[in-house]
């Protein structure tokens, strides 16, 4: 079992930045695709980003590409979204997740992840 607990949400301006971080416990952190997801109201739950085991792999959705990054440390069993040039479409519940994978086959789909935190809001005031 991975217990994953998400932290920095807030509020903040257009333009500007928020980190998010997500810290897991329970079995080996390093084995996993991290992988971040976000639900505004009334919409679907999204794709954000996702980080291989060795961090040598990434992926993002084209919305976020160039002002979002993915990063995380295994030794201290975090992984962080950096969020920059915040626009109010951001504005969403933000879901860390793991997938039991070095690297998730589809790290887009939220079916490839076993486990969830409990999510942190970002609001993004225009």
């Known amino acids: 079992q991975v217990q994953l607990v998400e932290s920095g949400g807030g509020l903040v301006q257009a333009g500007g930045s928020l980190r998010l971080s997500c810290a897991a416990s329970g079995r080996t952190f390093s084995i996993y695709t991290m992988g971040w997801f976000r639900q505004a109201p009334g919409k679907a739950c999204e794709f954000v980003a996702a980080i291989s085991r060795s961090g040598g792999n990434t992926a993002y959705a084209d919305s976020v590409k160039g002002r979002f990054t993915i990063s995380r440390d295994n030794a201290k069993n975090t992984v962080w979204l950096q969020m920059n040039v915040l626009k109010s479409e951001d504005t969403a519940v933000y879901y860390c997740?793991?997938?039991?994978?070095?690297?998730?086959?589809?790290?887009?789909?939220?079916?490839?992840?076993?486990?969830w935190g409990q999510g942190t809001q970002v609001t993004v005031s225009s």
């Open positions: 997740a793991a997938d039991r994978a070095p690297w998730a086959p589809r790290p887009g789909l939220r079916y490839e992840y076993d486990y």
